[in-house]
C-alpha cells in the first residue's frame, strides 16, 4: 500500500512511477529546460504526437527531480479513465467522504507532492478542471501532464516534445536492436539504411523500438524495404491526420502483421484490459483457445515493443499496452469477432475477484460492459465495487441507483443492493437520501422474508435514526435486527449489529450494559483471529471502559486497536483510537498529550476526509478546553496544539502508541524503523518465521511479510540474515524478546 507519505529524504519519497525495463536514451535539452520549468512552475504540460515518448520523458524528468517532492510522486495513467478525480482517488487508494476531487485534494492540501497525469487528450477539459482545482487547493502541489494537446490551464509551461534528432535516433535504434541481436552496432556498412529507418519513421521513438526490434527476423536493408513497401500500401488509401501519426499508425500496423498467429490473437486480447494486467489476468482471459501458457507470448510482445512491461515496486511484473497501441488492438479484436467473448471473460474474472484498487479501471470497464450484457446488468460487481473502502463511492453509489432503475432484478438482488446504496448515502453524509434508502432497504428485505437480509437493513436504518438522535427508535430497530438473528451461525453478523448496538448504549448513557456486549464481540474476533473487527470491537470497548472511569483498561483497548488499524492502513480507525487516546491523556490530566494526540487526530481527520460521530467530537472538544484551561494562560496548550498539527503521520503514530516525544526512540540508535518494525527485527534476529511473527503480532502473515519486506528496503539489505546482523549490531537482539508481549485486559 502505498497511501502514507511522509517527509523524508528524496529518495525515500513514496511514488508508484512505472520502472521500465529498457535504458533511456538521454534527451539533454528536454531534461534540462524541464528540469528549470518543474522549479518554476506548477504545472507542466509535455504535448506530441502518439509515439514521440512524452510518456517515458514524463517518468524520467520526475524521477530525476525527485527531490523536489519528498512528499511523494503519482503516476495517474488516464487513458482507461472516465473521470480524472475518481482516477487519482483510485490510484492513490483514498478513503474519505465526499466527492472525489474533495477527498484527493484534502489529502493532498499539506503535500508537497507531483501528480503525473499521463495521457490527457482523451479527457482534457476533465483534465484541466481537475489540474486547476488542484493547483488552488494544493499550494505545494504540481503537476507534470501528457497530452497530445495543452491543458489551457492558466499558469500552464508547455514543452512540445519533438522527435528525435538523427544522432540520438540511431543511438536508439542500436541500443533496442542489441536486445534482439546482442552483437549489433551501427557502423560504417550498415549506417546508411539505419539512418533511412530512422528517417522514414520520422524519428518517433516508438516506431524505432518495434522496427529495431525486427533485426532478428531481417537484415537492415531488407527491413528499409519492407518499411518503404508497406508505408506506400497504406499511403494508396485515403490518409488523414498529421503526419507523423499516420507513421505511427502504420509501424503499428506492419509490425501487427509480422506477429504469429498466437501473438497477433494475445496482442489484440489484451486491449479488453484497461489499464494493465497481471499475468495471472491475462492467462485467465486471453487463453480461451487451450491451456497453454501466455508467457511466452507476452514476453514475445513485449521484445517487440507491442506490450511495455512494467516493473511495480514489489518486484511484480504487470503489462500494458501503450495507448496507440490499444486503440488498434481494439479494432483488430472487433474485426477478429472476438470482442464480446473476451469481454464476457473479462467479465467473468473479475466479478470473481476482490476489489483491488490496482485494478479499479478494470473493475470499472467490467461493470459498464455488464449493465448491457450480463444476466444481472453487473449488480453483483457494483456490490463489490461499493463495499470498498478505496473506490469512488459517490461514484459507487450512483452506478447502484442506476443499476436499480433501469437493471432488472431479483428481489433478494433488489434488497442487498438497496442495503449497500444506503450504506454509501451514510458514509457519504447524504441524510436526505440516506433516510429514504434506508426504508427501501428494510421494505424490499421485509418482502424477501430472509432474516440476514432484514437484519442488515435494520441495522442501516437504525444508523439513520441514530445520526438524526431518535436514540429509542434506532434502539428498536437494532434489537428487532438481533432478534432476527438470534440462533443465526452467522456471528459475524451477529457481533456487528450488537457493537452498533453497544455504541447507542454508550450514547444514552449506559457504558456498563455496552461493556457486556462488546466483551462477547472481542471474544468471538479473538476466537476467530479476525484482526480487522478486533480492532472495530475493541474501539468501541474502550469508549465503555473510559465512561466506566476504567482508563488502565481504555488505554490499552485503544493502543491495541490503533496498532492494528495502522497494519491494515485503517485512517477511520486510526482517527477514532488516537481520538480516543487524547481522551484518556485528558482524563490523566496529562495535558499536554491530549491536546497534541487530539491536534494529530484532527489533522488526520481534514486530510482523510473524515468527520468523526458528533458525541466523539463534542467529548474532544470539551477535553481539550479543560486541558487549555489548566495550563493556564503563558501559551502551553496552543504550543501543544502545534505541535500535534505539525507532527508527521508516522510521528502522530508512534507519538500514541509509546507516549515518548516524536524525536525519542526506544533504542537510540534504532535508524529509519518505527516501532513496530523494531519488533519485527527483534523477532527475525531471533529466527522466527513470517508465520510466527504474525501468530506473536496478532496480525496476518501478509502484514508480517510487508513489515519484513519494508524493513529490508529501509535497511538497504536482501536476506533476513542481514536483518538479523543489523538488529544485533543496533541492540536489538533477541534477548529482548524476552518480555512477554502485551496482552489485553478484555
Excluded at 557502423?187 to 528517417?199: D, F, G, L, M, Y
Excluded at 453483483?380 to 433501469?406: C, K, M, P, Y
Excluded at 483498561?553 to 491494515?568: I, K, M, P, V, Y
Aim: proline letters at 3%; a negative charge.
Amino acid at each position: 500500500m502505498h497511501r502514507v507519505a511522509d517527509r523524508g529524504r528524496a529518495s525515500d519519497a513514496p511514488n508508484n512511477l512505472p520502472h521500465h525495463l529498457t535504458g533511456f536514451i538521454n534527451r539533454e535539452a528536454d531534461l534540462r529546460f524541464l528540469k528549470g520549468a518543474l522549479a518554476g512552475s506548477r504545472l507542466v504540460t509535455l504535448t506530441g504526437t502518439g509515439g514521440a515518448g512524452k510518456t517515458r520523458l514524463a517518468a524520467e524528468v520526475t524521477k530525476a527531480n525527485l527531490n523536489l517532492w519528498p512528499d511523494g510522486a503519482w503516476w495517474i495513467d488516464l487513458s482507461a479513465a472516465g473521470d480524472v478525480a475518481s482516477t487519482v482517488l483510485g490510484i492513490l487508494e483514498l478513503p474519505g467522504q465526499g466527492q472525489a476531487r474533495d477527498v484527493v485534494s484534502s489529502w493532498l492540501r499539506s503535500r508537497r507532492a507531483v501528480l503525473v497525469l499521463d495521457n490527457c487528450e482523451h479527457l482534457v477539459a476533465d483534465s484541466a478542471a481537475f489540474a486547476q482545482m488542484a493547483l488552488e487547493r494544493c499550494p505545494q502541489l504540481t503537476i507534470v501532464a501528457t497530452s497530445r494537446e495543452p491543458l489551457g490551464v492558466p499558469g500552464e509551461v508547455r514543452w512540445p516534445v519533438a522527435s528525435l534528432g538523427k544522432s540520438e535516433a540511431i543511438q536508439l535504434f542500436e541500443a533496442r536492436a542489441r536486445l534482439v541481436a546482442p552483437t549489433f552496432k551501427v557502423e560504417a556498412p550498415n549506417r546508411e539504411p539505419v539512418t533511412q529507418i530512422c528517417a522514414r519513421l520520422d524519428g518517433l521513438p516508438l516506431a524505432i523500438e518495434m522496427a529495431s526490434a525486427r533485426l532478428d527476423m531481417m537484415s537492415e536493408r531488407e527491413l528499409l524495404e519492407n518499411l518503404n513497401d508497406r508505408f506506400r500500401v497504406l499511403a494508396s488509401g485515403a490518409r488523414t491526420g498529421p503526419e507523423r501519426q499516420q507513421t505511427m499508425t502504420a509501424t503499428i500496423d506492419w509490425s501487427h502483421r509480422l506477429l504469429t498467429e498466437d501473438e497477433g490473437r494475445l496482442f489484440r486480447r489484451l486491449s479488453a484490459f484497461q489499464g494493465g494486467v497481471t499475468m495471472e489476468a491475462a492467462q485467465a482471459v486471453c487463453s480461451a483457445d487451450g491451456p497453454g501458457s501466455v508467457l511466452p507470448l507476452l514476453s514475445a510482445l513485449v521484445q517487440k515493443s507491442m506490450v511495455v512491461a512494467d516493473r511495480l515496486s514489489d518486484d511484480r511484473t504487470r503489462y500494458r499496452l501503450l495507448e496507440s497501441h490499444h486503440a488498434f488492438a481494439t479494432e483488430r479484436l472487433r474485426e477478429s469477432g472476438e470482442l464480446d467473448a473476451t469481454l464476457q471473460r473479462h467479465y467473468d474474472y473479475f466479478s470473481s475477484r476482490k476489489w483491488d484498487p490496482t485494478e479499479s479501471a478494470n473493475f470499472w470497464h467490467a461493470v459498464s460492459w455488464g449493465r448491457d450484457n450480463s444476466d444481472d446488468g453487473g449488480l453483483g460487481l457494483a456490490l463489490e465495487i461499493g463495499d470498498s473502502d478505496f473506490s469512488d463511492q459517490t461514484r459507487a453509489q450512483r452506478l447502484l441507483v442506476d443499476l436499480l432503475e433501469h437493471t432488472q432484478t431479483t428481489d433478494i438482488q433488489r434488497a442487498k443492493a438497496l442495503s449497500m446504496v444506503t450504506r454509501l448515502a451514510w458514509r457519504q453524509s447524504d441524510h436526505a437520501a440516506t433516510r429514504t434508502l434506508a426504508d427501501q432497504a428494510v421494505a424490499a428485505a421485509r418482502k424477501v422474508g430472509d432474516p440476514e437480509l432484514m437484519a442488515r437493513a435494520l441495522n442501516g436504518v437504525g444508523l439513520v435514526h441514530e445520526r438524526e438522535g431518535d436514540f429509542a427508535q434506532a434502539g428498536r430497530e437494532y434489537d428487532e435486527a438481533l432478534a432476527l438473528l438470534r440462533g443465526s451461525t452467522n456471528r459475524r453478523l451477529v457481533a456487528d449489529v450488537s457493537n452498533t448496538r453497544a455504541l447507542l448504549a454508550i450514547e444514552q448513557g449506559d457504558p456498563a450494559a455496552a461493556l457486556e456486549i462488546l466483551n462477547e464481540c472481542v471474544s468471538f474476533a479473538r476466537a476467530q483471529n479476525d484482526q480487522a473487527n478486533l480492532a472495530r470491537y475493541l474501539e468501541s470497548l474502550a469508549n465503555a471502559q473510559l465512561d466506566l472511569g476504567d482508563l488502565d483498561g481504555a488505554a490499552a483497548s485503544w493502543n491495541e486497536s490503533l496498532s492494528t488499524f495502522r497494519d491494515f492502513d485503517d485512517w477511520f480507525g486510526i482517527i477514532w483510537a488516537m481520538s480516543g487516546l487524547s481522551l484518556v491523556a485528558a482524563a490523566r490530566h496529562e495535558d499536554e498529550r491530549a491536546l497534541r494526540l487530539a491536534a494529530a487526530a484532527d489533522r488526520l481527520s481534514r486530510q482523510y476526509s473524515f468527520a468523526v460521530m458528533r458525541f466523539r467530537a463534542d467529548q474532544v472538544d470539551a477535553a481539550c478546553r479543560q486541558a487549555r484551561a489548566r495550563l493556564g494562560s503563558k501559551g502551553r496548550g496552543e504550543a501543544a496544539w502545534s505541535h500535534g498539527q505539525a507532527m508527521t503521520t508516522a510521528e502522530g503514530l508512534e507519538y500514541a502508541l509509546t507516549g515518548d516525544q516524536p524525536a525519542d526512540r526506544t533504542q537510540a540508535d534504532a535508524g529509519p524503523l518505527s516501532r513496530r518494525e523494531r519488533e519485527v527485527v527483534t523477532m527475525v534476529a531471533a529466527g522466527m518465521t513470517n508465520k510466527q511473527i504474525a501468530q506473536r503480532l496478532f496480525i496476518a502473515e501478509r502484514t508480517a511479510e510487508g513489515h519484513v519486506e519494508r524493513i529490508r528496503n529501509k535497511l538497504g539489505v536482501r536476506s533476513r540474515t542481514e536483518v538479523a546482523t543489523w538488529a544485533m549490531e543496533h541492540g536489538l537482539g533477541p534477548r529482548l524478546l524476552d518480555k512477554p508481549p502485551p496482552t489485553s485486559k478484555v
